[in-house]
């Protein structure tokens, strides 16, 4: 595989020593079960300030950092979350390692309601957001790599952190990355179908990109809500999705944990 690289790399693939890790929670997590809470930060960045609170805890032994990225309470549209600001906020406390929790509507067969998802790609379909740190203003041009979107270390430990927790989820997939907040037509959801995509969700970008700039780890734990437009018999409704969201939470939960147990102590 070719990799182009123009001016200075930033955020390759390399393996990290000491991991701290950051939780950002999506729709229906309103906070990381488990988590034992030690401190809140609310860092302000050059970006303005993040979602919310950051809470720093212990779970399963491990300092954990969680931020919930609609606010708390939940009321920031996709469009207009500070990625930025969450993303930077993150790595001033120290995060390398961030596992980011989104719930997606299902396209391709397998990607039923309750299907948990690791995705290893990405399309995105978003615009009109805050998109990267760079600027050019420190006179530097730097074309990040992001043949790979999602951490691949990070990837893995999830897959067997699922395997080692009995929790079935799907190893692959291609998370087409829409502005929201409405829900698709069905026939933009037969493109992404076209085009290779097999879940949808309004926040998996630039969330992704801003990650790789900044050199942190990121991968996604996207959780199946709903079947997208044109696809399910029913209207799909925001009463569906927390339905399955408050019956899934608990998989989520413990596949982080799960995840942690593997990191060691
Ligand atoms: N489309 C876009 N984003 C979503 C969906 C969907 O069907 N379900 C949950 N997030």
Known sequence: MTRVIIGDEIGANETRPVKSVGVIGGTGIAELEGLAPAATHSPDTPFGAPSGPIHEGLLAGHRVYFLQRHGSPAVIPPHLV????????????????????????????AMQPGRLVIP???????????????????????????????????????????????????????????????LETAAEIRRMAADGCDV??????????????????YASVCMVVNLAAGLG?????????REILQREAGVVGKLLRSLLARHGP
């Open 82 to 109: 500070n990625y930025r600001a969450n993303l930077w906020a993150m790595q001033s406390l120290g995060v390398n390692e961030i596992v980011a929790i989104n719930a997606v509507g299902g396209i391709s067969p």
């Open 120 to 182: 290893d790609q990405l399309i995105d379909y978003t615009w009109g957001r805050e998109h990267t740190f760079d600027d050019g203003s420190d006179g530097q041009l730097r074309h990040v790599d992001f043949t790979e979107p999602y951490d691949r270390a990070l990837r893995t430990a999830l897959l067997a952190a699922a395997a080692d927790a009995g929790i079935a989820c799907e190893s692959t997939a291609v998370y087409g990355a829409v502005q929201g907040p409405r």
């Open 200 to 217: 949808v969700g309004m926040t998996g970008m630039p969330e992704a990109a801003l990650a790789r700039e900044l050199g942190i780890a």
């Open 233 to 241: 018999d029913l209207p799909i409704s925001m009463a569906m999705m």
